[in-house]
């Protein structure tokens, strides 16, 4: 099992940023996918969810309204299109799947900081 992520990177705030996170090595058409995020001493928090089945999708309050996350299943791929960046927003992201055999695989993560 595998995932990639990329997209990272330094941006101004108010500015946007997508995030992809490339799978292989298991059904990804039946992984739950999400978005973790882990700020400088401060644990890990779910940012984004999009179900297996119905591509239901779930946010943090504190990004509601901002991001959106989106899989691509012929594409094995999720995304996390985030608009509207704050300093907060500054962390790392951890792409998550969450497969038919109730496995969880993490990603090694990419930076996004948010500064001027």
């Known amino acids: 099992v595998q995932l990639v992520e990329s997209g990272g990177g330094l941006v101004q705030p108010g500015g946007s940023l997508r995030l992809s996170c490339a799978a292989s090595?298991?059904?990804?058409?039946?992984?739950?996918m999400s978005w973790y995020r882990q700020a400088p001493g401060k644990g890990r928090e779910l940012v984004a969810r999009?179900?297996?089945?119905?591509?239901?999708?779930n946010y943090a309050d504190s990004v509601k309204g901002r991001f959106t996350i989106s899989r691509d299943n012929a594409k094995n791929t999720v995304y996390l299109q985030m608009n509207s960046l704050k300093p907060e927003d500054t962390a790392v992201y951890y792409c998550l799947a969450y497969t038919s055999t109730r496995s969880n695989y993490w990603g090694q993560g990419t930076q996004v900081t948010v500064s001027s």
């Open positions: 090595g298991f059904t990804f058409r039946s992984a739950a």
């Open positions: 999009v179900s297996s089945v119905s591509d239901s999708t």
